[in-house]
């Protein structure tokens, strides 16, 4: 005999009763599902639906409530190509880690230092970093013994120059050289707890610097090449959330390092956690620029955090 859900709809109903106490029990396991979720170090250890559901948009919840991850994902990403179509962060015009100015660079220069960088000449002293024997960037060899050199290694800071040679030329190879380090940077640095974090790569001035600079620029820049594909994208997704939740953590009132987090904030407002992103770097920076006049602070905390976090970004430009 073929059970039915009929049947089935009636069995539960002989053993416990009305159907609204399996509404209840629905809503209550779906409550402690979405606390649970909650508990993680790193959104690299969701599942798709519980990644997906971190961003409030109707139609990527929608396909996820019916069950339909890879349509929710094509959501998402649907979404997205709008977003940097019709407005996106743009990287600072002075790239200092390469003392390279691309405002006031001839479209000549712009793709000679651009292919420079497809050379590895990654950053202003010239010094090509470690090429491992898979033919990546060993993002942790310092061959210079020098701090502030690994610092700008880890800052990516060349990809904005990368991702303009590509929008002018619509050249793949610097959409290439992106993807693969990205790839290879994620794979190679996956997010620790705070005491054990290697300043080089999860330090607060680093994780704002390449989210501001390079990270958010370079997710619109690169956004329509076949080498930034779903999975790269969801990738990069991904560690953008960890690093921005990572700055959130830290208890800083520069108002530098709260730029990054006010970045993310920004950028990425359908993230459901963007809205405490940006709500803390500026409560950190009221307190940096106000001290202990309490006035000041009340007077700041009367004007919305979206058009404060706007001003604060403008200045870090």
Same mark, same amino acid.
């Given at each position: 005999m073929t059970t039915t859900k009929t049947n089935v709809g009636d069995k539960m109903n002989e053993l416990g009763?009305?159907?609204?106490?399996?509404?209840?029990?629905?809503?209550?396991?779906s409550s402690?599902?979405?606390?649970?979720?909650?508990?993680?170090?790193?959104?690299r250890d969701l599942n798709d639906a519980e990644f997906l559901s971190l961003f409030d948009i109707p139609e990527v919840n929608s396909r996820i409530n019916q069950g339909f991850n890879i349509k929710a994902t094509a959501a998402l990403l649907s979404h997205f190509q709008l977003r940097?179509?019709?407005?996106?962060?743009?990287?600072?015009?002075?790239?200092?880690?390469l003392a390279f100015d691309m405002s006031?660079?001839?479209?000549?220069?712009?793709?000679?230092?651009?292919?420079?960088?497809l050379d590895y000449d990654l950053e202003w002293s010239g010094v090509p970093p470690e090429i491992n024997s898979a033919g990546e960037i060993d993002w942790q060899r310092n061959i210079l013994q020098n701090r502030d050199w690994l610092f700008r290694l880890n800052r990516h800071s060349w990809w904005p120059l990368l991702g303009l040679a590509y929008q002018r030329s619509g050249d793949e190879r610097y959409a290439k050289a992106f993807a693969r380090q990205l790839s290879a940077w994620i +794979?190679?640095?996956?997010?620790? *707890?705070? $005491?054990? %974090?290697?300043?080089?790569?999860?330090s607060?001035?680093?994780?704002?610097?390449?989210?501001?600079?390079?990270?958010?620029?370079?997710?619109?820049?690169?956004?329509?090449?076949?080498?930034?594909?779903?999975?790269?994208k969801l990738e990069m997704l991904r560690s953008i959330f960890d690093q921005a939740r990572f700055l959130k953590q830290q208890s800083q009132d520069d108002l530098l390092?709260?730029?990054?987090?006010?970045?993310?904030?920004?950028?990425?407002?359908?993230?459901?956690?963007?809205?405490?992103w940006r709500k803390a770097a500026l409560q950190r920076c009221r307190e940096y620029v106000a001290g202990n006049e309490e006035q000041r602070s009340? +007077?700041?905390?009367?004007?919305? *955090?979206? $058009?404060? %976090?706007?001003?604060?970004?403008?200045?870090l430009v």
């Open positions: 009763g009305s159907s609204s106490c399996y509404r209840d029990l629905g809503t209550l396991f402690a599902g979405s606390f649970l979720r909650k508990r993680y170090r790193s959104a940097v179509e019709q407005d996106w962060l743009n990287p600072p015009a002075q790239l200092v880690d006031a660079a001839s479209e000549e220069e712009l793709i000679a230092r651009a292919d420079l960088v +794979n190679d640095n996956f997010p620790l *707890d705070t $005491a054990q %974090a290697d300043p080089h790569i999860w607060s001035e680093q994780i704002a610097l390449r989210l501001r600079v390079s990270w958010i620029p370079a997710f619109g820049m690169f956004y329509h090449s076949p080498y930034f594909n779903t999975t790269r390092l709260n730029g990054g987090l006010v970045s993310a904030g920004l950028s990425f407002p359908e993230i459901r956690e963007a809205s405490k009340t +007077n700041l905390l009367e004007v919305s *955090d979206k $058009a404060h %976090a706007a001003a604060l970004l403008g200045a």
